[in-house]
Each structure stands twice: as C-alpha cells, then as structure tokens.
C-alpha cells in the first residue's frame, strides 16, 4: 500500500505572509499524480493543485505553488499572500489504481 | 458549486433505524467512490463503483449496503449502526478509476448515531 506523510499536524501564518505545508510519500509506479486537496469546515474537498510527476516544472494556480522533489518523494504546498479564506485542513493525496492515498493531513490557521 | 451532489446534509437516526444517504453527478463520470471521515482525520475509502460495478470494498461492515442504480447515481444504505458509526460520509467521483484524473468531492452527509 502507498504511504503519504504529512508530519505538520498544525501550522499557523500570518495573513499575507507564506507557508508551506510538507507531503512525502511512497510509491513504487513510474508515472503519478499528486494532488493537493483542501477542507474548510464547511466540509467539501476542494481540488487545490495537481502535479504529474513527469513533468519537471513545479505547478501553480495563483497563489499556490508546489516545490516537487521526485527523487526524494516530496510534494510540498506553498501558499503565498496567505488569506483568512485559507484556513482548512489540507491533505496531500496519491493516487494508485483505482484509489486515492490520503496523508494525514495539515490544520493551517491564518492569524489576521 | 458543488459538481456532487449528496442528500442530506445531515442525519440522525437511531440504532434501530434504516436510511439511505444518497449522491448525484452529471459530470459523465464512471467512478463513484463513499468514504467515512471522523473529525480531523483524512477520508477512509468504504466503497469504489468501477462502470457501475462495485470494484472495492475496504471491509465494511455489512450494516453500510452501497448500491449504483446507474452511472449518476451512489446510494448508501444504513442498518442497525453504532454510535461509533457517527461520521461525516462524503462521495466523489472521478472520470474513470484508473485515469489518475482528480477525484470531486461532495458537501457530504454529517451523520449522528443515537
């Protein structure tokens, strides 16, 4: 089974300023997915970024960006000009065949 | 807007009760998928529908009954449940399960077990 890692379980920024929320993983296929998903506490998974693993370049989606370092399994999410909008939970998550891996996830309060 | 539709947004019913918790997607997608979530904690896969066909079934207790009526629709039969039970249920679905396509989540179901 893959193993996701997310050993922050709580972290805290100041509105406006950057954090990065950390993801490791095991994987034994070649060509991968990763997704960054985000839960405010009104409850839905929201789709925050997705990384193909193929590819070199690190994605971004306005103020999220990830730092992708295949050889050393990481998939870390950094999030810029932070908002009190961006207070959730954050999980990483790994697809394999037909299922989704999900870390143990991030709570992140934004501090006004 | 949510793209996943579930029905309700929150239950309580008693250990002897029958519910069913119902999901909708009109995205042309060919995965379903349920899964329990317990406070703070990532989903746990109960249950993945492949083409309409049940594919996983992570060892759920039988009291949980799925069913795929057709290709939009995942319901999620409950008996005779246990307080432990008690959990948010979300269901999402993906544009086939082995596309490494990203997974839409519902609002889920917030469910109580008295």
């Known amino acids: 089974a893959q193993t996701v890692t997310q050993s922050q379980p709580e972290m805290s920024v100041q509105e406006a300023e950057t954090v990065t929320l950390s993801c490791t993983y095991d994987?034994?296929?070649?060509?991968?997915?990763l997704f960054w998903y985000k839960q405010p506490p009104s409850r839905q998974m929201i789709l925050v970024i997705r990384?193909?693993?193929?590819?070199?370049q690190n994605a971004t989606e306005n103020r999220f960006s990830v730092n992708f370092q295949k050889a050393a399994k990481s998939f870390s999410l950094k999030i810029s000009d932070s908002q009190l909008g961006d207070a959730a939970m954050y999980f990483c998550?790994?697809?394999?065949?037909?299922?989704?891996?999900f870390g143990t996830g991030t709570s992140l309060t934004v501090i006004p | 807007d949510t793209e996943v539709t579930q029905t309700p947004k929150h239950l309580v019913m008693g250990m002897t009760n029958k519910k069913s918790l119902k999901c909708e997607q009109h995205?042309?997608?060919?995965?379903m998928y349920w899964y329990k979530q317990k406070a703070k904690k990532p989903p746990e896969l109960m249950f993945v529908?492949?083409?309409?066909?049940?594919?996983i079934n992570e060892s759920v207790p039988s009291r949980f009954s799925p069913e795929c009526p057709n290709s939009s629709l995942l319901n999620l039969h409950l008996h005779a449940l246990q307080p432990e039970d008690s959990a948010l249920y979300l269901c999402?679905?993906?544009?086939?399960?082995?596309?490494?396509?990203?997974?839409?989540f519902g609002d889920g179901t917030r469910l109580s077990i008295l």
């Open positions: 529908y492949s083409y309409e066909k049940l594919s």
């Open positions: 995205m042309g997608h060919r995965a």
């Open positions: 998550a790994v697809p394999t065949g037909n299922q989704f891996y």
């Open positions: 994987t034994s296929e070649s060509d991968y997915y």
């Open positions: 990384q193909e693993a193929y590819k070199q």
């Open positions: 999402a679905s993906s544009q086939d399960p082995y596309s490494n396509q990203p997974q839409h």
